[in-house]
């Protein structure tokens, strides 16, 4: 059954689709180097 979750804050979504992917502390992530501020921030909160 197919399903869809809403979220405000690009920084939130971005944290699910690390977590649904099953990236944890210890993983590495690696993220462009020009981009914005919350694409880093969402591998930084575990």
Known sequence: M???VR???E???LYLA???LG???GD???VPSLSFV?????????
């Open 18 to 20: 690390l977590v649904i």
């Open 11 to 13: 920084t939130a979504a």
């Open 7 to 9: 979220l405000s804050i």
């Open 38 to 46: 919350p694409t880093a921030n969402a591998a930084l909160y575990d």
């Open 23 to 25: 990236i944890g502390p």
């Open 28 to 30: 590495e992530v690696l």
């Open 2 to 4: 197919p399903f869809a």
